[in-house]
Protein backbone atom coordinates (compact mmCIF):
# COMPACT_ATOMS: atom_id res chain seq x y z
CA UNK A 1 0.00 0.00 0.00
CA UNK A 2 0.83 4.05 -0.65
CA UNK A 3 2.82 4.81 2.99
CA UNK A 4 2.03 7.62 5.21
CA UNK A 5 5.69 7.69 6.33
CA UNK A 6 7.41 10.59 4.79
CA UNK A 7 10.51 8.32 4.86
CA UNK A 8 8.74 5.53 2.50
CA UNK A 9 6.91 5.42 -0.46
CA UNK A 10 5.63 1.87 -0.04
CA UNK A 11 4.53 -0.36 3.28
CA UNK A 12 4.95 -3.92 2.96
CA UNK A 13 3.81 -6.48 5.34
CA UNK A 14 5.29 -10.23 4.54
CA UNK A 15 2.94 -13.35 6.47
CA UNK A 16 4.25 -16.65 6.39
CA UNK A 17 1.60 -19.15 6.82
CA UNK A 18 2.67 -22.68 7.63
CA UNK A 19 0.51 -25.27 6.04
CA UNK A 20 1.57 -28.18 8.60
CA UNK A 21 0.31 -25.70 11.39
CA UNK A 22 -1.73 -23.39 12.84
CA UNK A 23 1.31 -21.17 12.80
CA UNK A 24 1.33 -17.62 11.15
CA UNK A 25 4.71 -15.70 11.18
CA UNK A 26 4.42 -11.89 11.07
CA UNK A 27 8.25 -11.49 11.93
CA UNK A 28 10.00 -12.41 9.31
CA UNK A 29 10.54 -10.86 5.53
CA UNK A 30 10.95 -12.63 2.35
CA UNK A 31 13.58 -11.68 -0.15
CA UNK A 32 11.84 -12.77 -3.30
CA UNK A 33 8.87 -11.25 -2.57
CA UNK A 34 9.84 -8.31 -1.52
CA UNK A 35 11.86 -7.98 -5.35
CA UNK A 36 8.20 -7.75 -6.50
CA UNK A 37 6.91 -5.06 -4.08
CA UNK A 38 8.41 -1.76 -6.49
CA UNK A 39 7.65 -3.21 -10.11
CA UNK A 40 4.00 -4.05 -8.36
CA UNK A 41 3.82 -0.86 -6.94
CA UNK A 42 4.80 0.98 -10.27
CA UNK A 43 2.58 -1.18 -12.83
CA UNK A 44 -0.28 -0.32 -10.02
CA UNK A 45 0.19 3.04 -10.07
CA UNK A 46 0.86 3.44 -6.63
CA UNK A 47 3.77 5.93 -7.65
CA UNK A 48 5.45 7.01 -10.45
CA UNK A 49 7.76 6.24 -12.48
CA UNK A 50 10.84 8.39 -13.63
CA UNK A 51 13.58 7.93 -16.27
CA UNK A 52 15.69 6.46 -16.65
CA UNK A 53 15.43 4.59 -13.19
CA UNK A 54 13.22 5.01 -10.00
CA UNK A 55 13.79 4.46 -6.58
CA UNK A 56 11.07 3.25 -4.33
CA UNK A 57 11.46 3.49 -0.44
CA UNK A 58 10.10 0.36 0.73
CA UNK A 59 9.00 -0.26 4.74
CA UNK A 60 9.18 -3.17 5.68
CA UNK A 61 6.64 -3.31 8.35
CA UNK A 62 7.36 -6.78 9.71
CA UNK A 63 11.23 -6.03 10.39
CA UNK A 64 10.63 -2.16 10.83
CA UNK A 65 13.46 -1.90 8.55
CA UNK A 66 13.11 0.87 5.02
CA UNK A 67 14.86 -0.90 1.95
CA UNK A 68 15.63 1.20 -1.19
CA UNK A 69 15.56 -0.50 -4.89
CA UNK A 70 16.29 0.72 -7.36
CA UNK A 71 14.22 -0.09 -10.93
CA UNK A 72 15.37 0.78 -14.41
CA UNK A 73 12.50 2.62 -15.92
CA UNK A 74 12.98 3.73 -19.26
CA UNK A 75 10.32 6.35 -20.14
CA UNK A 76 9.59 6.39 -16.32
CA UNK A 77 8.32 3.06 -17.22
CA UNK A 78 8.97 -0.46 -15.96
CA UNK A 79 11.47 -2.30 -17.48
CA UNK A 80 12.15 -6.36 -17.35
CA UNK A 81 14.84 -6.50 -19.95
CA UNK A 82 18.15 -6.14 -19.52
CA UNK A 83 21.73 -8.31 -19.52
CA UNK A 84 22.05 -9.10 -15.50
CA UNK A 85 22.28 -12.51 -15.33
CA UNK A 86 22.39 -15.25 -12.42
CA UNK A 87 23.44 -18.82 -13.29
CA UNK A 88 21.32 -21.40 -13.14
CA UNK A 89 18.31 -18.81 -13.44
CA UNK A 90 16.63 -18.95 -16.74
Same mark, same amino acid.
Given at each position: &????? !???????? *??? #???? &? =?? #? %??????? /??? &? !? #??? *? !?? +?????????? #??????? /???? %? &??? +? $???????????? =???? !???? $??
Amino acid at each position: &SKSAR !ADADIDYL *FIQ #VNPE &S =DI #V %DYSSNCG /NML &S !A #VGP *F !AL +EMGLMPGRAP #VTTVRIY /NINT %D &SLI +E $VILQTPGGVISY =DGDA !AIDG $VP
